[in-house]
């Protein structure tokens, strides 16, 4: 089945030790998509890429980096995480076209950050 | 981006309908109205979207009311495993990222 897949599920890291999580699709859509979730909380936005564009929300911190090298894959980057970055990291993908219309998004599993 | 209000939480006993209200006042003409769902430990998942009539697939219903101020997600009989944060969300078209409110809690009684 066309899916979403991150890896690894769950990742603990260092304070401080950088860390990256990976995303891949099976769907060959043309965005993909960054969300943090912590505890509790409803999932916010990092970023997105459109095709190769790279979008980052305006409050996205300097520390957290994405890569898209193909369509399949999509990495995200954290230089030096802090206790406050430990979150469920969710990677999403949609189909865009030129019209606009409204087709929705797939998400993964996410991957679970442990800071320690 | 258009803002909607959700209640923080619901509660339907197995097998009876449920109708999770959204409140979207200040929606513009061309916002699709989208219902993304999510389990414990899953990603969201969707649900339905529309954007003036009413619309039904297998999991849902989704009834926009004619101004389009409000619009209520339908799930005809409940069962356990629908037990999730349930979100209404607000997309002028599919070239833009979903932008998460707080949700509706919806816990299933058995």
């Known amino acids: 089945d066309a899916m979403v897949i991150q890896n690894p599920r769950y990742q603990v890291t260092q304070f401080g030790k950088p860390v990256t999580l990976s995303c891949s699709q099976t769907?060959?859509?043309?965005?993909m998509y960054w969300y943090q979730q912590k505890s509790s909380q409803a999932p916010k936005l990092l970023f997105h890429?459109?095709?190769?564009?790279?979008?980052n929300e305006a409050d996205t911190p300097d520390n957290f980096q994405s890569r898209r090298p193909n369509t399949s894959f999509c990495f995200l980057d954290i230089r030096s995480p802090g206790l406050g970055d430990a979150a469920m990291y969710l990677c999403?993908?949609?189909?865009?076209?030129?019209?606009?219309?409204?087709?929705?998004?797939?998400f993964g599993p996410g991957t679970r950050l442990t800071v320690t | 981006d258009a803002k909607t209000t959700q209640p923080n939480s619901m509660e339907s006993n197995e097998e009876e309908p449920v109708h999770l209200p959204c409140n979207h006042s200040t929606i513009s003409g061309t916002d699709y109205i989208h219902w993304y769902r999510q389990l414990p430990s899953q990603g969201p998942e969707y649900v339905i979207h529309g954007l003036t009539s009413n619309v039904n697939n297998r999991m849902a219903s989704l009834a926009i009311a004619e101004d389009r101020k409000s619009s209520t997600l339908i799930l005809h009989r409940a069962t356990l495993r629908d037990a999730a944060v349930y979100y209404c969300?607000?997309?002028?078209?599919?070239?833009?990222?979903?932008?998460f409110g707080k949700g509706t809690r919806l816990s299933v009684i058995a």
């Open positions: 890429y459109y095709d190769k564009d790279f979008n």
């Open positions: 769907l060959n859509h043309n965005v």
């Open positions: 999403a993908t949609s189909s865009a076209t030129a019209s606009g219309r409204s087709y929705e998004q797939y």
């Open positions: 969300i607000l997309r002028i078209s599919g070239n833009t990222p979903l932008v």
